[in-house]
């Protein structure tokens, strides 16, 4: 975690030069508008048309790249993978990313979130452009200049499209063609920088547990003046069993056992962090928030990074059009989540939340969604070096060796069916606004990112490693 | 409240026979099938067409029928006004009922809620159909028979459309033209029996307090991994404040002095309430309550007629759609209310509330809704005699004085207004679902209505009251 010295010497790389890589700009705005037009939403069981088409133009565009391009469907949505390899390669990376994206219903969005549009200073706005589609076409576009060089490696793209549901198919993939996809390392781009100008490269991500609570006591609207007393309010008991759960004022945890399994931090990780150059006010900005519960930078850092969440995100039931209509609903459903840390597993947790619920609210019925390990590993002492150098060649700043609060299911799922060492290279600022609605990247990530990786893969490729 | 000395002798009433009742079966159909056919929704501001069309409506129907009719603006919705005059007239009957109707976008509605349909056994389905236009338009063609008797008594319909968003211009309205509206007694027909065959006459009704409160912690979505610990959570925080206002599994309420005006039942009036002929299946089996706080038909009706509510109608904001959406939502509303019982005031209550929201979540804003005062009133005892002998006549069954636990805002403004006393002769069964998808009517109810209405004017109009 500490800065690693320069495994390599500054080549002459022409053929990554600024110039070079912005007369590709046109090709990935291109390409970009045309990824977004697939409306990837993986949570949407009806989108299969949009999956196959996006699969089928991400493979014949690895194809017409020089790839071998294959699309291997699963149990649920495709996976897309692409290999160019050389005669005289000794070794393998594999590049994640994923073309899935988050549902696009905010009321917020100023325009349609899968018709790209491309503001001022190259912003493109639109559902995928950061969260994954941009930084997946731009490592193609590095592998494209990359050819020039004739490097003896090969390259493998992995593309998912069930990232945003938690990977349920992914690690089946993956054990099943697990000689087919070995590899010696794999980096990840799907993370978001601390801020502008604040390369991060996590080193840990939190897992995460999702969870819908239902109850039902009732079989249709009833009248609140005719029944109130007597009726039970499936809503109102849901608040109840909610704030049993976690004290949302302060976010504190109150499922008996739940933090067993977190591992401490200590003071140097502590210091870390605080050092890393996480800036409480851009932080705050980025995510547009109002107000937080805490602006310590210390605790901030703590709380994100490597305590456990617990979140609501949705009530359905009653009634939500305006005004008021007085009825007692007859059932509801409490959509939440928990983001957990090491040492915790999802298994463990939602058991323990089993038990809770079955004390205080035996009616409630829990039912689980997706179920994400956290993750959390020292990186390879040499790939973190060619890292930083790829960093500093994109961006001209060193990667702060942190944590990330998101989740990526298929993380855990590579390190246990590819036993290698996993990386991450993002390319998303928080203010690109990941699921949020008005979602955007840029052409100067875009393009950092293409001469980052293309420096990445020279130094995978060096002798140095 | 306890059983009266019938002051009438039964007169040969043969144009109330239900030969002739029966031959207006056809006119009552196409009648309520027109006036459900206009989505009277008081809560949506946008219906003022079908506002005014079922006003223009309602005093043609009433003029075709000999009153003088007016259709009064508001500050809101309009209230229609027929009256029918004797000339030899020495008192004068009000009849209330009110013509506006809850929202219908339930997705229960097996039909067209503003389509009515008839159903065999004589069945009218459709929203509005018993709450309240099915019990106004059989008043008007009990009227309709009454021209044969010629009786000596003045009889005016108020036909209000806003009971459903509380009557908040209703009262104004009264105070305007008290002179013209002045009348000797009031007859509400908007509340619902105990069960079929056991009519219900009650003396109080609760009272009502809407609120929204509403939370913002953010400008837009962000994502859960991203801001988790450290974002505020609007849904979380309103959770956990409901849950400090009331205990939702026993429905106590935790307000400081929420109950300090809330008048004891006594022993004498518990008994009452338990011998009304209240039946607890019944109860069940009629709202669709597949459970209950209590099955104790002591405690039970307790609860629905003497003692306040708090109630969540639902909890907007965050993801609604299928599965889980990983998101920290920016804001959020809780549409909540309370039903309040003698001598609770909603401004009382309101403060209250106020209070202790700002000491428990002072970032939340409450926004107050309807306010309803409660009504509880020892019926006059000559009319209490003749809406027990019209009960007899209409539907061979003595009414029980018991509460009702919904509120009739204008019940209370008529009371202060017109100062005279006010009586309730309720048309709808609990199974015919006010508020509730797929609200329906029958002949039955409508039919004994008219002989029952019949017969009680007629007892107006004679020498014993």
Known sequence: MSPHADPLTTDDLDWLAPAVVDALRPTFEAWLAEAVAFPTVSLDASAGPEM???????????????????VFETAGWPVVVGTFRHPRATRTVTLYHHLDVQPANEPEWRSDPFRMTIEPGGVYRGRGTTDDKGPALAALLAVRLLKAADLPLNIRFVWELEEEIGSPNFEAFLAEHRERLATDSV?????????????AAPVGLRGMLGVRLLLETGTRDAHSGLVGGVARNPLGELCQLISEIYEARTGQIRIPGFHDEVRPLDDEQREQFVASGFDAGRFQAAHGLTCLRTHDPREMTERLWARPTFEVHGLVGGYMGPGLKAIVP??????VSMRLVPDQHPETILERLRAFVAERAPDVRVEAGGMLEPFLDEPNEELAGALRVAMRFGFGADPAWVREGASIGAVVQMQRQLGCPILFLGLSLPEHGYHAPNECFDWHMASGGIRALGRYLVALAGPEI
């Open 52 to 70: 196959e088409g996006m699969a089928r133009w991400a493979a014949e565009r690895l194809r017409a790249e020089g790839a071998e391009a294959e």
């Open 187 to 199: 980096l990840v781009s799907d993370t978001v920088w601390l801020s502008a100008g604040k390369p």
């Open 330 to 335: 007859p059932r509801a459903e409490a959509k």
